[in-house]
């Protein structure tokens, strides 16, 4: 079996069928979650950003190839595996899609394309984390259908996402706060910078 058939079994692209919530369900609720810091202001962190970038810089350089899984026999690459979406190169997708999973532990890809014989993706568009929520079952343990920008993707098919979850949560959540901690840091150095206090007045205590 190759690889297109182990990922994508013939006639059936479902992206995950109820996929499972495994970390606290907080998490799955971006507008309204616990989490005491975002992506926008963890980014200002220059040592978080150092790291990020180096890790997104060497993967996203890294050259991505087909191979059978019984033989190890090396396949020619389908056009998604050579250009994961028609908008941008495989360095900066795959670079944000690490980003996607450095922070929030998980990243989102929607099928854009499908083959029309068998309806295979052929294509696929990233999908940022901030414009993603879910909506989870009554009992919060499996998640019913995605939200993108507010409207409700199908589960299955062209349109419906991809997700690409990694075994550890994000440093959003397991760093919350540190980074918070860095962050008010630095905007107090700032502003000691910024608004310097006076030296105060040297009085002559001669006659």
């Known amino acids: ?55 997104k810089g060497i993967i996203g350089s890294m050259e991505l190839k087909t191979y059978a899984k019984a033989t190890d026999e090396e396949l020619p690459n389908l056009p998604w595996v050579n250009q994961i979406t028609k908008y941008a190169p495989n360095n900066v997708t795959i670079g944000w899609i690490v980003d996607s999973l450095i922070f929030y532990g998980v990243a989102y890809l929607r099928i854009d394309e499908i083959y029309q014989d068998d309806n295979r993706p052929a294509r696929f568009e990233y999908i940022a984390n901030n414009r993603v929520t879910s909506q989870l079952n009554a009992k919060g343990t499996f998640v019913e259908y995605y939200r993108i920008d507010g409207e409700a993707v199908p589960m299955s098919g062209l349109g419906s996402l991809v997700t690409i979850q990694s075994p550890i949560e994000g440093i959003l959540y397991t760093g919350a706060r540190t980074l918070r901690a860095a962050v008010d840091l630095e905007k107090a150095a700032s502003v000691a910078a910024s608004t310097p206090q006076p030296a105060g007045i040297i009085k002559n205590s001669g006659a």
Do not use: H, W
């Open 1 to 55: 079996m190759g690889l297109r058939d182990y990922l994508f079994p013939k006639n059936k692209i479902e992206a995950q069928e109820s996929p499972a919530v495994l970390s606290d369900v907080f998490s799955y609720y971006p507008p309204i979650d616990l989490v005491a810091i975002n992506r926008s202001e963890a980014i200002t962190i220059p040592a978080v950003v150092r790291c990020v970038n180096l890790i």
